[in-house]
């Protein structure tokens, strides 16, 4: 057993402790091994065919992390694009909940990825849509929709407007996005939150900020407080692959 926790470290060092079922094969442990680690107490399966340490460190983001991994199980996490065709970015409330911003109930990972997908776990939904490279960051390592992405995504799916004024407050308080970026890029969305003025993002901003009692000008004057607690306690807690807490 030791020399199959040798064979599979290089992978559990930089995944988040993880492995993959397919990884593992690839360097020479085979899943009845897999089994046998899993059942001496060595390894726990976080979900099908994806593997973690007993000894790692457990993350708020962990399940996401292993969905991730579980997505293209051959390729080690240092080795895929953000933008990876066989993958996927987190999106939607799930990116929400990565950056830190609002209180959405995330019942389900949600992956935006640029060809359809489906998957036979009842926890993973897709969303098929072309993601531009600025349309990405890195949170603990997971490629993940920007906030101004996010926000966007949430917007065409018509989430609650109050829970939207809240992401929209988070973000730009703890410098995520921009007020005169958000007000040009939303505007679509105009008519679909009450606002008589087709294609005016400014007016839908102060519509929805007005909705949790605050407003552009009073945000703008705001200082800005440290990063979004969230995503601190996510940051804080692990790092990524290959040993980088953020890209």
């Known amino acids: 057993m030791r020399q199959a926790l ?27 091994t897999l089994h046998r680690l899993e059942a001496a107490g060595y390894l726990d399966r976080v979900r099908h065919g994806v593997y973690a340490s007993t000894t790692a460190v457990v993350t708020a983001a962990r399940d996401e992390q292993a969905a991730w991994l579980s997505l293209d199980p051959a390729t080690a996490a240092w080795d895929r694009p953000p933008l990876d065709p066989d993958g996927g970015v987190l999106s939607h409330r799930s990116a929400a909940r990565l950056h830190g911003l609002g209180e959405l109930v995330d019942d389900r990972i949600t992956f935006t990825t640029p060809r359809r997908r489906t998957s036979r776990d009842p926890d993973l939904w897709f969303k098929r849509a072309e993601l531009a490279e600025d349309d990405v960051t890195t949170v603990d390592g997971l490629p993940v929709t920007t906030a101004l992405r996010t926000i966007l995504d949430l917007l065409d799916q018509h989430v609650d407007g109050s829970h939207l004024a809240t992401i929209i407050r988070e973000a730009v308080l703890a410098n995520l996005v921009r007020l005169d970026e958000l007000a ?58 290959r040993g980088e807490a953020r890209g």
């Not at 519509?207 to 703008?220: F, K, N, P, Q, W």
Request: proline fraction near 7%; avoid cysteine; hydrophobic fraction near 40%.
């Open 184 to 241: 040009d890029r939303i505007g679509p969305y105009s008519v679909r939150y009450g606002v008589r003025r087709p294609g005016d993002g400014e007016a839908l901003l102060d519509h929805l900020l007005a909705g949790i009692g605050t407003s552009t000008v009073e945000l703008a004057l705001r200082p800005a407080p440290p990063r979004a607690a969230g995503a601190a306690r996510l940051l804080a807690a692990s790092t990524g692959p």
């Open 6 to 32: 040798e064979l599979i470290s290089g992978f559990t060092a930089d995944q988040w402790g993880m492995v993959t079922s397919r990884q593992a094969s690839g360097a020479g442990v085979d899943r009845s």
